[in-house]
């Protein structure tokens, strides 16, 4: 039996959500009043532009945001630290929500997202709130969790022609074997475009 070679199973792919329907989602959260759609906002728009995880979002400090150069310092798995740019529109979104928060809570919070009551978010309070709404603007999407913007972030920088180094960097993964994966998103892309435009597929 040692000489028999078993099948090789094929890698289930991760769930993203299309970039069309990534921007109507953000179009969607433009219009929040109360505090836990302003946190549902702020949740979904720094999951899929930054591919932060959850623990590196839940205990992001203000401190840790560079509001001149637009950048985020980011402390992931082993105390690694990693630069995420961003565009200036996130800056000011981030702008207003501080605002709003020490306006709605006289105790200062060390962290940058808090909940309706000014506490820190405990781990299950954004996973709850992106998959609620993930659930119900997204009905096709097999999987409804924050790790599904992360790979949306990271597929929609490689289906864009993003360096695969550079994706790693940002994703802030120990390895290049972690990021390959997002290829083989690209690469489906690429089977399906052949099929619809090439005359012999």
């Known amino acids: ?6 099948p090789r199973i094929g890698k289930r792919l991760p769930d993203f959500i299309k970039i069309e329907d990534a921007d109507k989602l953000i179009d969607l959260l433009n219009n929040t009043e109360d505090w836990r759609g302003l946190n549902t906002k702020m949740l ?3 999951f899929y532009t930054t591919g932060m995880r959850l623990s590196e979002l839940v205990n992001l400090k203000e401190r840790q ?7 985020i310092k980011v402390l992931g798995k082993g105390n690694k630290e ?3 740019p961003v565009s200036s529109e996130i800056i000011i979104e981030i702008k207003e929500y501080i605002q709003k928060k020490k306006k709605e809570f006289e105790i200062p ?11 820190k978010m405990y781990q299950k309070y954004p996973y709850l709130l992106v998959k609620t709404f993930l659930g119900n603007e997204l009905k096709t999407l097999d999987k409804k969790s924050p790790h599904v913007l992360r790979h949306s972030f990271a597929t929609h920088l490689a289906n864009n022609g993003a360096d695969l180094n550079a994706i790693k960097e940002l994703l802030g993964h120990s390895s290049l074997a972690a990021t390959q994966v997002y290829t083989h998103n690209t690469i489906e892309r690429l089977k399906d475009v052949y099929k619809k435009a090439h005359p012999k597929a």
Request: hydrophobic content about 45%; aromatic content about 4%; glycine content about 6%.
């Open 109 to 119: 919070v060390d962290v940058l997202l808090v909940t309706e009551r000014g506490k």
């Open 82 to 84: 990693r630069i995420i």
């Open 44 to 46: 979904i728009t720094l």
């Open 65 to 71: 945001i560079d509001f001149g150069k637009q950048q």
């Open 1 to 6: 039996m040692s000489k028999v070679i078993t």
